[in-house]
T-cell receptor
């Protein structure tokens, strides 16, 4: 069975400092992996996706993630946090093209 | 462009009352549609998905049901709400492979 584990439930950073949100996956074959963002009381928005092309994936709003098969990781990073980045972030694996399996989420706080 | 609507945005219902949440999609035809529930501090749990009119697959046993009376309409229902039904309900449609687009959600509080 496929699954994802988000290693931190909360991450706090200062504005202008780097962001690292960690995700490990479990899969018996090469997975499709995604990061979604959810702002308070809003729906989810796709940040980026990995589908076995380039291992470094660039997304919207300056975020990127690197697929590392040897470490079974798909960590989300951003060089410089902005106040508007404060939200909940979900790492997601897709075992089939029709279904998504969500991690439990990481809440990112950005302090001025 | 495609848009997805959900209503109501918020709902407070007593235990034992019925429920009907509606989701409609514009700008696409024959979409795959999904209902998720997000409980406080937890990830999203897939409740139902539909590949067409009248075709519903249930992912978890519960007192909720779903229906798809029209191509772009997806309804989540319950005959009698439980306290545990409280949560944030999200509707989504399938875009590209493995990619889904979410509605704004309905926050349901059962008292």
């Amino acid at each position: 069975a496929q699954s994802v584990t988000q290693l931190d439930s909360h991450v706090s950073v200062s504005e202008g400092t780097p962001v690292l949100l960690r995700c490990n996956y479990s899969s018996s074959y090469s997975p499709s992996l995604f990061w979604y963002v959810q702002h308070p009381n809003k729906g989810l928005q796709l940040l980026l996706k990995y589908t076995s092309a380039a291992t470094l994936v660039k997304g919207i709003n300056g975020f990127e993630a690197e697929f590392k098969k040897s470490e079974t990781s798909f960590h989300l990073t951003k060089p410089s946090a902005h106040m508007s980045d404060a939200a909940e972030y979900f790492c997601v694996v897709s075992p089939y093209t029709d279904k998504l399996i969500f991690g439990t989420g990481t809440r990112l706080q950005v302090f001025p | 462009s495609q848009t997805i609507h959900q209503w109501p945005a918020t709902l407070v219902q007593p235990v034992g009352s019925p429920l009907s949440l509606e989701c409609t999609v514009e700008g696409t035809s024959n979409p795959n549609l999904y209902w998720y529930r997000q409980a406080a501090g937890r990830g999203l749990q897939l409740l139902f998905y539909s590949v067409g009119i009248g075709q519903i697959s249930s992912e978890v046993p519960q007192n909720l049901s779903a229906s798809r009376p029209q191509d772009r309409q997806f309804i989540l229902s319950s005959k009698k709400l439980l306290l545990s039904d409280s949560g944030f309900y999200l509707c989504a449609w399938r875009g590209g492979p493995g990619e889904q687009f979410f509605g704004p959600g309905t926050r349901l509080t059962v008292l």
